[in-house]
């Protein structure tokens, strides 16, 4: 019997990581790394594991030089903790494993730092590791060569999760994405051949999340729909599941903007009660669109991109989406062009980013051919590895900046999430279902619940936020969405969880601004917009 530790090490803050209104929300972090339960799941009964996500706990490095192997998962933007965590535990002479994103794409980066090294996939390789270690003949890298048969993956063990310090599960349904997008390493990693679990699966995983006390949970899928045709009866039994207990849980995910071709998929998505979904816009420059191999954002028949994205949230779906700047086609011009944009589509959350070549990527090897990927010092002044070219790289770093800015004043902010839920009246497509018509008790509870949550999150909101000016504007659009939407609980909530989030979105901002004045250097939280990939929060097994 061994001392197994799994580790997720501590995140720099970041757009999703929400770590400056966790506070308002009584968490400690957003939501466990999808991978850290699976891992678990994987590993032998005859063997002790433990699991620490340094989101929600601090390490107890005298307990880790007692475990017989600690690992590691991380994507790069984790890489710095990372590398500190190693050099901790092998001073103590404990034997080391390090998988995940950033062992997949950069390798490189953790040579004589660990003693076993997991590339892609390990799914199958991590407990052929544990297998061989048992024997006395381990290796020293693993790298799966076929890609996991999801279907026979375990049901993971959300049980060894501190479930109550997160505000959100993490669970996946597939793997892989159709598209060729240049900039993205979903492809390299897992293929352009979405692989699903079972709904078998699925089911156990949803119970699993219910039993722990979550009810909100995001599918960590880079993209739910890569198969439409394989998604759609997964998704009428998670309907037939939620009907059956009265909808306890809240979901949320990932998909292309061609969600909005599909209303038999938007449908079921709304039925199943996903309430809202991201979707990499990127830019609304059609020229980078196609630049960056992004087809499925300009297909002439389908509309254009407002079109699109109205139509979602016609459906009943929030929309969040990422946003890229820096792109070959892209001039100073962009700056101007995409607050408007976030503007017109009435999209409160968008993720803004500079463009950044990750390893593994067509787009890394096309810059490095061109000679157009900054050294490391550069990429820490500029906030990104990428030589932009239509632009020079300061109008790059400091119009990213200006256009974070633009978009995350309160103004700008509360009109958007405004205009979709005070003019619009926005209804998610659960509550307006004729299901409740027959569960009027299940109805009563469930509003009784949200006016309370509502009323919690906003007395924190009005109560911790020490700035005089937001804690105004906060108690304004609070009272707003009383006057105009009281009698719907649901909304209320919602609406609350998103001041709060812009709370976090304010000092985000207010960080990244701070260009230091010596060297130039972009703050930390500036580089993590363009380091980490859209889910930062869900890398799948041990190489996701």
């Known amino acids: 019997m061994a001392d197994i530790v799994i580790i997720n090490p501590r995140f720099d803050v970041s757009f999703w990581g929400m770590e400056h209104c966790m506070g308002l929300l009584g968490k400690q972090a957003n939501l466990p790394v999808a991978c850290l339960a699976l891992l678990a799941a994987l590993v032998p009964d005859h063997h002790d594991v433990t699991l620490i996500d340094e989101n929600v706990e601090d390490i107890d490095f005298e307990r880790l030089g007692r475990a017989d192997l600690v690992c590691l998962t991380g994507m790069s933007i984790q890489g710095r903790r990372m590398r500190e965590i190693l050099d901790e535990v092998r001073a103590r002479g404990v034997m080391t494993a390090v998988g995940g994103p950033m062992a997949t794409v950069e390798e490189e980066q953790l040579d004589g730092l660990t003693d076993i090294i997991f590339?892609?996939?390990?799914?199958?390789?991590?407990?052929?590791?544990?297998?061989?270690?048992?024997?006395?003949?381990?290796k020293a890298r693993y790298q799966q060569e076929d890609k996991t048969d999801v279907t026979q993956l375990p049901l993971p063990r959300v049980d060894l999760l501190k479930a109550e310090r997160y505000m959100f599960g993490s669970m996946q349904i597939s793997r892989g994405c159709p598209f060729t997008c240049e900039f993205c390493d979903i492809i390299v990693t897992f293929g352009r051949k979405p692989r699903l679990k079972t709904s078998e699966q699925v089911l156990a995983e949803l119970e699993s999340f219910q039993q722990a006390g979550l009810r909100i949970v995001f599918v960590v899928d880079d993209n739910l729909i890569g198969n439409k045709k394989a998604i759609k009866p997964i998704l009428r039994d998670i309907v037939a599941w939620q009907q059956e207990r009265a909808y306890p849980l809240t979901l949320f995910t990932e998909a292309s903007l061609d969600l909005a071709e599909d209303d038999e998929l938007m449908e079921l998505m709304?039925?199943?009660?996903?309430?809202?979904?991201?979707?990499?816009?990127?830019?609304?420059?059609?020229?980078?669109?196609?630049?960056?191999?992004?087809?499925?954002?300009?297909?002439?028949?389908?509309?254009?991109?407002?079109?699109?994205?109205?139509?979602?949230?016609?459906?009943?779906?929030?929309?969040?989406?990422?946003?890229?700047?820096?792109?070959?086609?892209?001039?100073?011009?962009?700056?101007?062009?995409?607050?408007?944009?976030?503007?017109?589509?009435?999209?409160?959350?968008?993720?803004?980013?500079?463009?950044?070549?990750?390893?593994?990527?067509?787009?890394?090897?096309?810059?490095?051919?061109?000679?157009?990927?900054?050294?490391?010092?550069?990429?820490?002044?500029?906030g990104t590895n990428v030589i932009p070219l239509g632009m020079s790289r300061e109008e790059l770093r400091d119009g990213f900046i200006d256009v974070m800015k633009a978009s995350y004043t309160p103004d700008a902010y509360f009109e958007r999430l405004?205009?979709?839920?005070?003019?619009?009246?926005?209804?998610?497509?659960?509550?307006?279902?004729?299901?409740?018509?027959?569960?009027?008790?299940?109805?009563?509870?469930?509003?009784?619940?949200?006016?309370?949550?509502?009323?919690?999150?906003?007395?924190?909101?009005?109560?911790?936020?020490?700035?005089?000016?937001?804690?105004?504007?906060?108690?304004?659009?609070?009272?707003?969405?009383?006057?105009?939407?009281?009698?719907?609980?649901?909304?209320?909530?919602?609406?609350?969880?998103?001041?709060?989030?812009?709370?976090?979105?304010?000092?985000?901002?207010?960080?990244?601004?701070?260009?230091?004045?010596?060297?130039?250097?972009?703050?930390?939280?500036?580089?993590?917009?363009?380091?980490v990939k859209r889910r930062e929060e869900a890398p799948q097994a041990l190489a996701s």
């Open 119 to 138: 590339v892609g996939e390990a799914d199958d390789t991590w407990p052929q590791f544990l297998r061989d270690w048992d024997q006395g003949c381990h």
């Open 418 to 531: 405004d205009a979709l839920f005070i003019d619009r009246g926005f209804k998610f497509t659960v509550h307006e279902l004729p299901f409740w018509k027959t569960q009027k008790l299940a109805w009563a509870k469930r509003s009784f619940l949200n006016y309370v949550r509502f009323a919690v999150v906003a007395s924190r909101v009005l109560r911790q936020v020490e700035d005089d000016q937001l804690k105004a504007r906060y108690k304004l659009q609070l009272w707003r969405v009383l006057k105009e939407r009281a009698g719907e609980p649901h909304i209320l909530f919602v609406y609350v969880l998103k001041v709060a989030m812009h709370y976090h979105y304010d000092a985000l901002v207010r960080d990244m601004a701070k260009v230091d004045a010596v060297t130039g250097a972009m703050p930390m939280a500036g580089r993590s917009f363009s380091r």
């Open 270 to 382: 709304g039925h199943a009660n996903f309430q809202s979904v991201f979707i990499g816009i990127e830019t609304p420059n059609e020229a980078s669109l196609k630049e960056t191999k992004k087809h499925q954002n300009v297909r002439p028949n389908a509309g254009t991109l407002l079109e699109r994205v109205h139509r979602i949230q016609k459906r009943g779906i929030d929309v969040w989406c990422g946003m890229i700047v820096g792109f070959d086609n892209d001039d100073p011009t962009i700056f101007d062009v995409l607050p408007t944009f976030l503007s017109d589509s009435r999209i409160s959350a968008a993720l803004i980013g500079m463009l950044h070549a990750i390893p593994t990527t067509p787009l890394y090897d096309r810059l490095k051919i061109a000679g157009r990927l900054n050294d490391d010092d550069a990429s820490d002044r500029y």
